[in-house]
């Protein structure tokens, strides 16, 4: 709008509303031939699909898949494609946290480039851990300047957590995800059945991701990791009918768990995407652990872990202030102990502390922000 003129001159003020509208299916079977969720999930209107389906130009994917994954599930991802006649770029990466960074997006893009792709039609599609969907959302987002990306998380963490928020991400300047963007995928497609290949470290590293959601805001989602989360940890979060033997309440606590942690997350995601409000529950667990992650401690702590041990600061710190009763501390200490959890580590100092304080301060607009639980689902 035109405003007026000034001693500076002319004035404009441009107001552009940008809505991102993005999809999150949770699928079984994501891999049989039978399910297009994979191509058209992300379309999700009949009528498109149909239209694509019978296109004639061929249909056309590049895939990103971390290398490990590759390993497990390459060849299936090959005999899917083929059996639906794609022609697919598979690009197996070693997507660590040591290897992320703008280096590793510049060689997906470089691959992409070379692929060749129709930015409108054919998404890019990253398969594997937090790391990879964070460092691939950044290729696309870069890539003629927004390239639509397709979400497929394989570790429990990443299907709780980095599959259904917007941002990407990467290491910088020794600071984890120091350079990032807010675009989200146009679908995440979830299929637990990938966590049946995980080490069970693995599955208790996703669990920390859950417990924060539930101590910040479901009540039931606590009591529920509180009871039967290392059932849940030795069943790999399978539901009964892909468990020989499990009982029914093993199906709901698995099915619940999972879909709570999503739609609790959701609930603080959705109305605060690019995070123009600075007080937000999800930063729970997030104030010292990522200076402790970079720490590179022996043996070396994953996101999860990281997390957790900041919560039990937290939880501690909560408890000292007269926000948490003592039988509450012991109950999410216990909890936490139960789902295989470190709740202490030798690196997490005083100086490591203030240093992480710090580094807050600078990007919190000058405030601290520190979520506290008041209470089991309270904060």
Not at 183 to 189: C, F, N, R, T, Y
Request: with cysteine; glycine share 8%; hydrophobic share 40%.
């Amino acid at each position: 709008s035109y405003e007026n003129r000034s001693q500076q001159g002319v004035t404009w003020t441009v107001v552009s509303p940008i809505i991102f509208t993005y999809r999150i299916i949770q699928c079984r079977d994501l891999l049989d031939p039978g399910n297009d969720a994979l191509l058209w999930g992300h379309v999700g209107d009949g009528a498109l699909t149909g239209a694509a389906r019978n296109g004639s130009k061929p249909v056309r994917r590049f895939v990103v898949i971390d290398e490990t994954v590759h390993r497990l599930y390459g060849p299936r991802f090959a005999r899917y494609f083929e059996a639906w006649g794609v022609e697919a770029k598979i690009l197996p990466l070693a997507t660590t946290e040591e290897n992320k960074s703008l280096e590793l997006v510049a060689k997906i893009l470089e691959e992409v480039h070379e692929f060749g792709i129709d930015r409108r039609a054919e998404p890019i599609i990253a398969v594997g851990g937090g790391v990879c969907l964070d460092t691939v959302g950044l290729a696309a987002s870069l890539y003629r300047r927004r390239t639509p990306y397709i979400r497929v998380p394989t570790t429990l963490l990443a299907y709780v957590d980095a599959s259904v928020g917007a941002k990407t991400g990467v290491n910088f300047a020794g600071g984890k995800n120091k350079l990032g963007s807010y675009v989200p995928p146009v679908a995440s497609l979830l299929d637990c059945s990938f966590f049946q290949t995980l080490p069970r470290r693995q599955i208790s590293n996703g669990l920390a991701e859950m417990l924060k959601m539930a101590l910040m805001k479901h009540p039931g989602l606590f009591r529920l990791l509180e009871a039967d989360g290392r059932k849940l940890l030795c069943a790999k979060l399978q539901p009964c009918d892909a468990i020989s033997g499990s009982s029914s309440e093993q199906e709901d606590g698995a099915v619940a768990s999972t879909r709570i942690a999503i739609e609790t997350m959701l609930e603080e995601l959705a109305p605060n995407l690019w995070e123009d409000d600075l007080d937000r529950l999800v930063d729970f667990g997030h104030l010292v652990s990522p200076e402790l992650e970079m720490q590179r401690v022996l043996p070396a702590l994953l996101h999860g872990e990281a997390v957790n041990i900041d919560m039990a600061f937290m939880v501690y710190l909560a408890h000292q202030k007269g926000l948490l009763t003592g039988d509450e501390k012991e109950r999410i200490i216990r909890c936490m102990r139960g789902l295989e959890l470190p709740v202490w580590h030798r690196d997490c100092t005083l100086d490591l502390v203030r240093q992480s304080l710090q580094e807050r301060l600078k990007h919190s607009a000058g405030s601290l922000r520190m979520p506290l639980p008041t209470g089991l689902g309270r904060a």
